[in-house]
Nanobody, 116 residues
Framework: QVQLVESGGGLVRPGGSLRLSCAAS????????MSWYRQAPGKERELVAR????????TYADSVKGRFTISRDNAKNTVYLQMNSLKSEDTAVYYC?????????WGQGTQVTVSS
């Protein structure tokens, strides 16, 4: 079965940095685009970043452009999200996602809290 396991979340002060990881298994990782979404309490889940394979194709939400970087290591079946210059509004649960044959698969999520 498809499995996505996020890690790397935690508490960080405004202006700080964090790197999230998503370990994937159960499918041919290198054949699929991977995405990061986030959801804050009371808000809809939103796309943060997406990366294709090969990784020349990347997209970012306007709110994170210039601060976040998505990358992948196909040999390790892992996708990353480097988050810099974090703001309080970045506080959310971050989810890893892959779409296969029009069906979305999600990890359990990792909490990111930006607070002083």
């Amino acid at each position: 079965q498809v499995q996505l396991v996020e890690s790397g979340g935690g508490l960080v002060r405004p202006g700080g940095s964090l790197r999230l990881s998503c370990a994937a298994s159960g499918f041919t990782f290198s054949s699929y685009a991977m995405s990061w979404y986030r959801q804050a309490p009371g808000k809809e889940r939103e796309l943060v970043a997406r990366i294709g394979s090969p990784s020349i194709s990347t997209t970012y939400a306007d709110s994170v452009k210039g601060r976040f970087t998505i990358s992948r290591d196909n040999a390790k079946n892992t996708v990353y999200l480097q988050m810099n210059s974090l703001k309080s509004e970045d506080t959310a649960v971050y989810y890893c996602n892959v779409k296969r044959w029009s069906l979305d698969y999600w990890g359990q999520g990792t909490q990111v809290t930006v607070s002083s």
